[in-house]
């Protein structure tokens, strides 16, 4: 399975407000880049909220 599949393109909470679309967008993009150092099976919520 692709490791985006786990993460849901939209969501009513999420796309209520541009802060939180900002912060998606953050997310979203430290996930990417520590998919792509690490390998998606080794990355944890705590690895991206460190990033």
Do not use: K, N, Y
């Amino acid at each position: 399975m692709p490791p985006r599949a786990a993460i849901p393109q939209s969501s009513p909470r999420i796309d209520a407000a541009p802060r939180d679309q900002s912060l998606r967008a953050q997310t979203l993009d430290a996930a990417r880049r520590l998919i792509g150092r690490h390998g998606h099976r080794d990355v944890s919520m705590r690895d991206i909220a460190a990033e």
